[in-house]
């Protein structure tokens, strides 16, 4: 059973993955592996949640769920033929739980012989999701934005030491014109704008 849910998205600090986690265990046979990966989009996360089920693709199941920040926040979990509500939703609670957003995950079940039930299977599933966010570790990130700025050298000059001065990563390219390309928290991109578009007189070109 698919679920996919929309709610409201935020703009403030969100708690993520600080990066790959993995995890496995047994119960009663079945083995279960937990894979889990910050993504910051849901088609990074559904390409995550396909790369698992191609690398595992002997496995009898795998389980995935995300939770992306878009607009608005997408959620999404799948029993992956499990019976209904034993997989995908257990491992999707632990990511609401942990109130962490631009998170997928995918449970990987081999089943050994003894059948669960749905409690045990809820558990199980809820447990390697838990125990690969723990070994990906936890981090607060804050929602960024990126844009362009192209400006002639006599300009460059001025527009390096705005953004070395600022809250933001950039990557610079000196060619026929200066190209920078800016990662700037979202609180602080159109302020940032304003002070370049002012100290070039208007002569710089920002694309976002």
């Not at 600080?18 to 079945?30: I, K, L, M, N």
């Not at 992956?80 to 957003?101: C, F, I, R, T």
Request: overall charge negative; glycine content about 8%; aromatic content about 8%.
């Amino acid at each position: 059973m698919d679920r996919r849910h929309e709610r409201p998205a935020v703009t403030e600090t969100y708690r993520t993955l600080a990066g790959r986690g993995q995890a496995a265990f047994e119960v009663q046979g079945s083995e279960f592996i937990g894979h889990a990966r910050p993504v910051t989009t849901v088609a990074a996360a559904e390409t995550f949640v396909a790369s698992v089920r191609e690398e595992y693709a002997d496995a009898t199941h795998n389980v995935p769920a995300y939770r992306v920040r878009a607009e608005p926040l997408r959620e999404w979990s799948s029993d992956a033929d499990e019976p209904s509500g034993s997989a995908g939703k257990p491992a999707l609670n632990v990511l609401q739980g942990e109130e962490l957003e631009n998170v997928a995950v995918v449970v990987t079940r081999y089943y050994g012989g003894t059948k669960l039930g749905v409690g045990g299977l809820a558990r199980a599933y809820g447990e390697a999701v838990k125990r690969a966010v723990s070994d990906a570790g936890i981090v607060t990130e804050r929602p960024h934005e990126r844009f362009t700025i192209t400006v002639a050298y006599d300009d460059s000059g001025t527009v390096r030491g705005l953004l070395e001065s600022s809250d933001c990563e950039f990557e610079a390219s000196y060619e026929a014109t200066v190209e920078f390309v800016v990662r700037v928290p979202v609180e602080t991109g159109a302020s940032l704008r304003d002070r370049i578009r002012s100290a070039t007189s208007g002569r710089a070109e920002i694309e976002r």
